[in-house]
């Protein structure tokens, strides 16, 4: 099999840093992003333990200037990308971002990680992810979403309401992509990793990040052109928008 290159967003700790580790684990190289790759120790160890298969980038999914710096970094160590894991992502105000008590500015912030960034992040990577030859899988675009970001599935009033937005936000640029992409041979999906143990998702969460990546990237795997543009769980259902 060629080499498959991933890149992954967010990768310093929780779902991030387990998709990183499970693609190395298959075989992939990977650029693991994510602000201060310096400061990141788990990926330092992962590092360590696959020299030749890790390439530490900084980027801030927020930064357009960012975003340019690490693809030409990326640029130098391959010509094409099989998989973009759009991953990063921030909560906002959580509990308290609620009706009565939004701010705008945290609003623009979350809307420019969550949303934003991501949109920005594919568009500057179309190019790499283009010319990989679809072997076994399709390149592709993950926009890592949630079901927080589903308007049927909210029925009632709530919190975290910047994220919820930010997230059905995301979904409506994906299925946009999606469309924009299948010309050039790029699928782009969005997959909600369900409700897992992470910093955002709190310790009484029902999965495990292992659990959570494992599934998607079997999701992942079962892909094909007549996926494009859809809203998909952890365990490659389809999620109503």
Request: proline share 4%.
């Amino acid at each position: 099999m060629p080499d498959r290159y991933a890149l992954v967003t967010g990768s310093n700790r929780g779902l991030g840093l387990e998709f990183t580790r499970q693609l190395l684990h298959r075989g992939d190289h990977v650029f693991a992003t994510c602000r201060q790759p310096d400061a990141a120790d788990a990926l330092h160890t992962l590092a360590q333990r696959y020299p030749e298969r890790v390439h530490l980038v900084p980027l801030d999914v927020a930064d357009e200037t960012s975003i340019e710096e690490a693809f030409r970094v990326v640029e130098l160590e391959t010509d094409a990308l099989h998989l973009l894991l759009n991953n990063a992502g921030i909560n906002g105000g959580g509990r308290a971002d609620r009706f009565g008590g939004l701010d705008p500015d945290r609003m623009a912030r979350v809307f420019r990680v969550n949303a934003i960034g991501p949109a920005l992040v594919a568009q500057r990577a179309t190019d790499l992810l283009a010319a990989a030859e679809a072997s076994e899988r399709l390149p592709t675009v993950v926009n890592v979403t949630s079901a927080l970001g589903s308007i049927e599935q909210t029925r009632s009033a709530s919190a975290w309401q910047s994220y919820r937005a930010s997230k059905a936000a995301l979904n409506m640029l994906t299925r946009c992509m999606a469309f924009d992409l299948e010309s050039r041979g790029v699928l782009a999906v969005a997959v909600t990793p369900g409700w897992v143990q992470t910093d955002m998702g709190g310790a009484g969460a029902t999965l495990t990040p292992e659990e959570s990546v494992r599934n998607v990237l079997a999701v992942l795997d079962d892909l094909s052109l007549a996926d494009r543009g859809t809203f998909l769980s952890w365990e490659g259902q389809t999620v109503p928008w």
